[in-house]
């Protein structure tokens, strides 16, 4: 038998980010799968040793348009662990709560395009119906939509008062309601779950030798969140990770919905603890040492490390985010599969190709 | 019942009325408390020049000398920074988002 | 708060033994960060044991940096050894798919790899613009 080579993106209906995958072909199987990144690659890494520490937060946060608060907040929290800056407790719950509001929006963006790559595209309207609102939320919360803006070294930019408080409660019950009604559909429809299931099995130690994160890892039976290292509020607040054990395509699907409502959950009871105060402190000085800071995105844990010497520029930053991570896995999961379950298998690792090209 | 779930929700949704709106005949509602376009009111102005300084995109240009204000809307990112530390108040943000354009024109302020 | 983590400073020699005992561990790969100081390089290989982080560092000559790849450990670690050599201009030893500089299409090549000028002083414009 012959072997074709597919070229596969970088643009690609199915996923409009720049990665591009040459697909060798025998029949219609997928016998290997070469990747190449790198065609919007950014530089922001270097950009760092020309900018103020102080303002570097506006480009951290520009680094995914989805997971933006949370990188955002990683990089806060770098700098504030070199400086040992201690961060109020208001600030730190009102931290958790935007980063779990971007956790909810990224994970419904991400079964709409599932949905949309599986052909299901009503259902793919009706998830980003439901995005829109959490989105209305952010905007009335912190002013931006996608880019909040709201994080900044030693506290947040904004408040939230009582009457925002209640107006996010009463349109989450609202936003519960419709997502579970979309997520019956991912989780008991026969036409989902026979696209989905058994499609790219990743087991339990494929998932941890291929340095999997996130999602994808939980999805393959590991408990790990890094929530559970007790960054900002989640020291108070408990997160059991959700786990799978299947490791398909439809359990990564599943582990994503259930996240959905534990974040409500999370940020119903951050609300409700929110503690008053001050919701930043000053920040006098210059960052001196290192520190690898890691948090838990959407889509798995993102790596910061961060150098500083005490000059205003850092000496040294590095993102490792979760999809740089997540490409290995899927490289295994292309193999042998066939070519109509590759842009399945392409979504189901949830790729931010932006973010990894930082 | 695995085969009707998204027959209810797709007949739910055909008998109401679509959340989605007309867009260039009906415009989006205003969010209170969101990052719109940046105001700026002359009047107070001291040219001090340190919003300008400040400005992460710099879309800023402050002339102390000359009294002279210019912002450049399309690098703006709205980030509300000039707002916080502008000393006499005469920056803000409306939660109005702007209409699109189609120069690249800065905005220039003189004073007198 | 600073979160719980180890750094190990191990010359050279002595990486693929280092690599190879956080694999017996059960270390999941968490990262490679490469950082041009004046005059080296620095590696920092992390692992992950179920929320402890423990990291092993190398220094590289700035002349000439070769470093041996781990692939025959940790066959992920492939993305972040031609991330080091497209870079930062280290070569990496036996990677198991190389990309020979393609990785990273940017217009500046080996962008990152400058060990002469002080790391913390602005410098010209050595990032390639945003496409």
Known sequence: MARTIIPFGPQHPVLPEPIHLDLVVEDEKVIEARPSIGFVHRGLEKLVEKKDFLDFVYVAERICGICSFIHGQTYCQAVEAIMDIPVPPRANYLRTVWGELSRIHSHLLWLGLMADGMGFESLFMHSWRVRERVLNIIEATTGGRVIFGSCKIGGVRRDMDAGAVRDTLSELEIIERDTREITKVFIHDNSVKKRLGGVGVLSRQEALDFGCVGPVLRASGVAQDMRKLGYAAYQDLPVEPVTRTDGDSYARCAVRCDEIFQSITLIRQALDKLPPGEIAVKVTGNPKGEVIMRTEQPRGEVVYCVKANGARNLQRFRVRTPTFANLPAMLKLLQGCDLADVPVLVLTIDPCISCTER | MPYFEMSFLALKWALRKPPTTQYPFEARKAIAGSRGQLIFTQDNCVYCTVCAKKCPTAALKVDRAQKKFVLDRLRCISCGCCVEICPKNSLALSTDHGSPTTSRDSEIYRGS | ?131
Request: charged content about 20%; proline content about 7%; glycine content about 8%.
């Open chain 3, 1 to 131: 708060m600073k979160p719980e983590q180890t750094l190990e400073e191990i010359p050279l020699a002595g990486l693929l033994e280092g690599v190879g005992a956080m694999r017996a561990k059960g270390g999941r790969m968490v990262q490679i960060c490469a950082t041009a100081l004046p005059g080296q390089f620095e590696l920092t290989y992390s692992f992950d044991f179920d929320g402890r982080l423990a990291s092993l560092r190398v220094q590289l000559p700035a002349s000439d940096p070769r470093v041996p790849s781990i692939a025959s450990i940790y066959a992920c670690a492939f993305l972040y050894e031609n991330e080091m050599h497209d870079l930062f201009n280290i070569k990496v030893e036996g990677m198991a798919l190389d990309f020979h500089g393609n990785l990273y299409n940017t217009t500046v090549k080996y962008a990152f790899g400058d060990t002469k000028a002080p790391a913390a002083k602005p410098q010209a414009a050595a990032v390639p613009s945003v496409a």
